[in-house]
């Protein structure tokens, strides 16, 4: 299963930092370390302009559109039995304006009342070494080939 990101980077203070999303719904709630992920997503059917499919993502788990800016394929990564493709785009973007899409889960469990959750419930920018403690491990060589692409 393939999954499509955009991740958003600038610099402040010195310091790259990284767009990231929390997890919405209740699993995630209480967590935070390895509880962030990259704006990604599937793609639909037919779609196979990986940089279009990372964008639409980005929008529908931000809430609006992608900033415009200089944009790096960081290449793919097996993360289990997914792969992830992931865009890095230097950009600024307001972390407090997401308005995430939602999904349906059964909650409570085995209650037979379904509720709608965000995919995302915050964004927040990150500075790269706290962006490794709060990334889900699987996504975490994406900031290695950041950094390596700002050299």
Request: proline letters at 6%; aromatic letters at 8%; a negative charge.
């Amino acid at each position: 299963m393939l999954s499509v990101g955009l991740l958003l980077h600038r610099e402040a203070g010195g310091e790259v930092e990284v767009l990231l999303g929390h997890m919405g719904g209740p699993f995630w709630a209480t967590k935070d370390d390895h509880a962030w992920t990259i704006p990604k997503g599937l793609p639909e059917e037919d779609e196979t302009d990986l940089l279009a499919i990372a964008e639409r993502e980005f929008a529908e788990e931000m809430g609006w559109p992608a900033p415009d800016g200089e944009t790096v394929d960081l290449g793919s990564c097996k993360a289990g039995r997914k792969t992830n493709h992931v865009f890095a785009r230097r950009a600024d973007f307001d972390a407090a304006s997401i308005v995430s899409n939602t999904f349906e889960l059964e909650w409570p469990p085995k209650s037979g009342q379904m509720q709608a959750f965000p995919e995302v419930d915050r964004a927040a920018w990150w500075a790269i070494e706290n962006a490794t403690t709060k990334l889900v491990k699987g996504q975490r060589p994406f900031l290695d080939r950041l950094l390596a692409s700002l050299t």
